[in-house]
Nanobody, 124 residues
């Protein structure tokens, strides 16, 4: 049984930074792609970023490219999302996911396990 637990969300002013972390257990972590998705109130869940099992392939949504950085530590079974230059449009619940490939997750496919989500709120 895979378990994904996110942490690091919170309230930050526009222009600030947050670092989200996701800890995984119960699976062969290093062979699986990991990703971050978000869902704002009244909107559908959207892709944010994904990373391959080795960490060599990454994808970003256009809206976060250049501001967010995804990374993983296979020794610790963790995946992080460093978020800089945050703006109010980044306000959402952020979900960590485990999936098949980074590209599949980029295409909103292939995610088969989800964390419970962590709230990120960016004030103007």
């Amino acid at each position: 049984q895979v378990q994904l637990v996110e942490s690091g969300g919170g309230l930050v002013q526009a222009g600030g930074s947050l670092r989200l972390s996701c800890a995984a257990s119960g699976d062969t972590f290093s062979s699986r792609a990991m990703g971050w998705f978000r869902q704002a109130p009244g909107k559908e869940r959207e892709f944010v970023s994904s990373i391959s099992g080795s960490g060599g392939i990454v994808y970003y949504a256009e809206s976060v490219k250049g501001r967010f950085t995804i990374s993983r530590d296979n020794a610790k079974n963790t995946v992080d999302l460093q978020m800089n230059s945050l703006n109010p449009e980044d306000t959402a619940v952020y979900y960590c996911a485990l999936g098949t490939t980074a590209r599949a997750m980029f295409l909103m496919r292939g995610a088969d396990s989800w964390g419970q989500g962590t709230q990120v709120t960016v004030s103007a």
